[in-house]
């Protein structure tokens, strides 16, 4: 997995040259010109900056730059929109960037058999839209969606906030083009919803931060878009009674499509940021969202459950009434971000371990000073517990600038999470914040099986080194 | 992937004394016992019979036969209850089969997080009937569910008939406890919905036909037993026509739980076998199911839809009344069974080449002069080309007497199936049946990395080799 021989300047002029000679050059960027590739949006910092830039226009861009980097073993850093939370796509000295932005094509949509071929630089909001026009849709739907790419979804196996019902990003894609780290096209899966031909390289795929292969197109399952939507609020006095009423509704067999669990200190941030008064009514907030044929019996059930249990319960079929309902949630990461310098965090657990992993997160907030403002895909335990740093370190955007408190806090609610049951990571990714933990997860056996896995891919290390694994 | 060095009798003689000395006695079968353990259902035969049969009770035998059988370089086939179709099970001389069917308890069962740890030996149905104690269902559902174990279901990817609403296995598991070729435990996945640490390995073995990892527990997702059930029946005077229905239901938005599309033919072998007459009724039948809370507005808008289309509609939501109804498809293999010697074809396509798809497998038929009985999983495009053989040829089970003509003619069903975007196998696996079709399908770049991946798992090839790749 390390790469086999030092880089020196020559290899790196070498590299340039070849890179001059057989792309077009609108697809090379160099110098300066390079800085704004160096990092994602997870507010870390690489040393230095990429040594260039390929903008591939087409697949044989991406094959040409990685032959000639396999060949020199350089690394390549494959780059889709720049969104991502865990420094996945960070690029420092001595890297080529692979930017895939500018393919952004929708190569086919098939509303007969509800699938969509796209080029990985597609926004994702785009594709969803373009699905729209067939009353149809792409189910995955990252926070990111208006500015992300499908491919960079795969890269990380996004979730969002309807992966309780309709799965995250991997349960979407049915097959992929991509480019092996040598230079070799591979098609993986199919066209249709069941096949079992060889190994599951397109699941394998999904989710490996670019580190396995690069992917030049996505065959995507689209889905009907839902007959009706039904939009409930309740607050609860706690976050821990919010908990319980969704592990109720659960019981109770409703199916949310969307169930975010707000907590105070998010509705205090939202409050101070927008003037409304959301902490004054709940200790909580949860908001509901039931889809489909049955949307309106589902939300009435969900209702009945939570008047006794919640201390308001608002509901609306009426799509602007549902967005102020929402307009907190949508609001709450930008709130937080005036309040200082935020990191992401992002655990996911049993579903009925929601409350427990509250406990554990208020417990490291006061245990190591650090303010801990928690919101939560609650229907599938997915947490997003956001450390906010004061602003006094928030200047350099460079994680050596992260307290140790902040550290040992983050620590402290992956030790949790693990114990509960759960993940890291439930939908960001890895990247580069998490790895120090994820052995902790995998055990070393699974790990070193994961690196020899990588290897089968990409045997000199060139793909996005130092990530995920 | 080759074996790397000719195994004589003395290294079977110091397996078999390292199996006796580390292993309890009843846990090995030597000699004439290991008859029954050579094939599965397909109708193929390996040659000659397995060296032995490790019975596993917990993972330590699991462990310690492999340990040993990677130490001494021999093959080890696992084995669940030895029913798949594709020879996957098959162990010819000079195997060790690891027989898994012992270890069949469910080890938790939590209704609250809707998960399930069972050990692979434990049936199918068994799992979906504990679950049923609170309400719950396992929702993968193969035909073979009575008889078939939860790790055999997994390592096939099995389908059945309700995934084009609820999904295949894959999407069912949500972690695996597994061991690697030379006896190391790994543990994949988790016991949340979400999770993005590390490559997905628990993706990755599912549907690997015992080539990776021998799987010695697996987390799963259960879910709701759907409020209510409706089922329709729908004749068609033509296949095609009936293939075009569901095309139109999908179109419309219905989801239905189960849509099993059976042609004339079948039809006719089911009345030749049952005294029924159905096929004076249509040249096709279409059995529909939709289920959840709005099950009756789906089935009402289906009837809707197919009384234009079809030759006779009823529809129930009494449970005996749908099973005289499903009558029909639960008979038809067996109906076909009288008829002569039975292979089941395994084709997915994509759900709009459903009619053109039959009508390939019809012209294959007419041109080899092979009977070809055909049903489907209309809803997700898998079709399972029956074709029957003279009883003449079908006494000895052996695919070496599987006349030309048919081989001939299920290559022509693949490369159709591949042409119309689709897949050798939909739910199936390759086992030993398909494996001349497989490049075909993969490409030799894929194909040669499946090969590595392979080789990263299982270095000196022991686990199941001659499958699945």
């Given at each position: 997995m390390t790469l086999t021989q030092p880089r020196t300047s020559d290899t790196f002029d070498a590299l340039l040259t070849a890179l001059r000679r057989d792309?077009?050059?609108?697809a090379l960027s160099t110098g300066?010109?390079?800085?704004?590739?160096?990092?994602?949006?997870?507010g870390s910092h690489p040393d230095g900056e990429p040594l260039a830039v390929v903008h591939a226009a087409h697949t044989d861009h991406v094959r040409t730059a990685l032959r000639h980097a396999h060949a020199l073993r350089v690394p390549v850093v494959p780059r889709g929109?720049?969104?991502?939370?865990?420094?996945?796509?960070n690029a420092g000295a001595g890297t080529v960037v692979l930017d895939l932005?500018?393919?952004?094509?929708?190569l086919d949509l098939d509303p007969h058999d509800q699938i969509a071929v796209v080029e990985p630089g597609v926004i994702t909001a785009e594709l969803d839209r373009a699905a729209g026009e067939f009353?149809?849709?792409?189910a995955p739907d990252p926070a990111s969606a208006a500015i992300s790419t499908v491919g960079g979804n795969i890269a990380t196996n996004a979730g969002g906030?309807?992966?309780?019902?309709?799965?995250?990003t991997r349960d979407a894609v049915l097959g992929l083009d991509a480019v092996l780290a040598d230079g070799t096209p591979v098609r993986t899966g199919?066209?249709?919803?069941?096949g079992v031909t060889g190994y599951d390289l397109t699941a394998l795929l999904t989710g490996s931060e670019g580190t396995l292969a690069v992917i030049t197109a996505a065959t995507v399952r689209l889905r009907p878009v839902p007959e009706a939507t039904v939009t409930v609020a309740a607050y609860f006095d706690t976050f821990a009674e919010g908990a319980e009423a969704v592990s109720a509704l659960t019981a109770a067999r409703v199916e949310p499509a969307m169930a975010e669990l707000l907590d105070g200190p998010v509705l205090g941030a939202v409050d101070e940021a927008?003037?409304?008064?959301?902490r004054s009514r709940g200790g909580a907030l949860l908001l509901l969202q039931c889809d489909g044929r049955s949307a309106q019996a589902e939300a009435e059930l969900a209702v009945r459950l939570l008047r006794g249990r919640a201390a308001s319960v608002e509901t609306t079929a009426d799509p602007a009434e549902a967005d102020r309902l929402l307009a907190a949630r949508r609001l709450a990461l930008p709130s937080l971000e005036r309040l200082g310098r935020v990191l992401i965090e992002d655990i996911a657990v049993p579903r009925t371990q929601l409350a427990a992993a509250v406990r554990e997160i208020t417990a490291a907030a006061e245990r190591h000073d650090v303010r801990i403002f928690t919101f939560a895909h609650a229907a599938d335990g997915n947490l997003h517990p956001i450390l906010v740093l004061d602003h006094a370190t928030?200047?350099?955007?460079?994680?050596?600038?992260?307290?140790e408190a902040a550290w040992q806090a983050a620590g402290d609610i992956f030790t949790a999470a693990l114990r509960l049951g759960?993940?890291?990571?439930?939908?960001?990714?890895?990247?580069?914040?998490k790895r120090r933990w994820l052995t902790d997860e995998l055990g070393p056996a699974q790990h070193a099986l994961q690196q020899r896995i990588k290897a089968a891919f990409d045997p000199h290390g060139i793909l996005n080194p130092g990530k995920a694994l």
């Open positions: 792309l077009p050059a609108a300066p010109q390079t800085a704004p590739y160096a990092t994602d949006r997870s929109a720049g969104t991502g939370l865990s420094g996945g796509a932005s500018r393919m952004n094509r929708v009353g149809l849709r792409y906030l309807r992966c309780a019902k309709y799965g995250v199919r066209r249709t919803v069941k927008q003037g409304t008064d959301l928030a200047d350099t955007a460079d994680t050596a600038d992260i307290p759960g993940t890291l990571t439930g939908e960001h990714g890895v990247g580069t914040l």
